[in-house]
């Protein structure tokens, strides 16, 4: 079946980067494309973009435009999302999800979230 | 960007009741409209996208329903395991937009 796994937790300071996995199985990495979204307590969810790994095409929100990048190692099956210039309100929750396909533009699986926490 | 406002934000009703979440578009997106469910410790789930077309694997008591800027998702017969934060989500434009959610919690 159809599975997204990320990566862990990450406390991280201001200012700096970090790049959250997302390894896929269970289905053709390189077919779908593979969105990411952000969700930061009682603020609900904020589509960030996505990447279609068989070519690298990627289509942001302008909102995370220079602040998100996407990447995909069509070798390992893994998304990559790496964030930078970190200030408090990059603080959660990280989800990959699958795009459905047709270009139907919703997610039908989802990884299980990766932390983001900035903090001095 | 297009504003999605869901309504309401808690919801308490009991096991075999019928209840009803609403989902306001700030412009028409035709039919599409996704709706997820969202639960503690499990992945997000899709449950109906386009409107009213039912994921493979979502129970028939769930249905989806509107079309232009007002959508519902209906659940009949609400069963223990239904309860939790549901979003919507318009898929008809960049960027895609999600409602707030909605809390549906055990009376």
């Known amino acids: 079946q159809v599975q997204l796994q990320q990566s862990g937790a990450e406390l991280v300071k201001p200012g700096s980067s970090v790049k959250i996995s997302c390894k896929a199985s269970?289905?053709?990495?390189?077919?779908?494309?593979m969105h990411w979204i952000k969700q930061q307590p009682g603020n609900g969810l904020e589509w960030i973009g996505w990447i279609y790994p068989g070519n690298g095409n990627t289509k942001y929100n302008q909102k995370f435009n220079g602040k998100a990048t996407l990447t995909a190692d069509k070798s390992s099956s893994t998304a990559y999302m790496q964030l930078s210039s970190l200030t408090s309100e990059d603080s959660a929750v990280y989800f990959c999800a699958r795009e459905f396909g047709g270009y139907l533009y919703v997610m039908d699986a989802w990884g299980q979230g990766a932390s983001v926490t900035v903090s001095s | 960007d297009v504003q999605m406002t869901q309504s309401p934000s808690n919801l308490a009703a009991s096991p075999g009741e019928s209840v009803s979440i609403n989902c306001k578009a700030s412009k028409s997106i035709s039919k599409y409209l996704a709706w997820y469910q969202q639960k503690p410790g499990k992945a997000n789930k899709l449950l109906i996208y386009s409107g009213s077309t039912l994921q493979s694997g979502t129970p028939s008591r769930f249905s989806g329903s509107g079309s232009g800027t007002d959508f519902t998702l209906t659940i009949r017969n609400l069963e223990p395991e239904d309860f939790g934060l549901y979003y919507c989500?318009?898929?008809?434009?960049?960027?895609?937009?999600f409602g707030a959610g909605t809390k549906l919690e055990l009376k």
């Open positions: 269970g289905y053709t990495f390189t077919s779908y494309d």
């Open positions: 989500q318009q898929h008809n434009e960049y960027p895609y937009t």
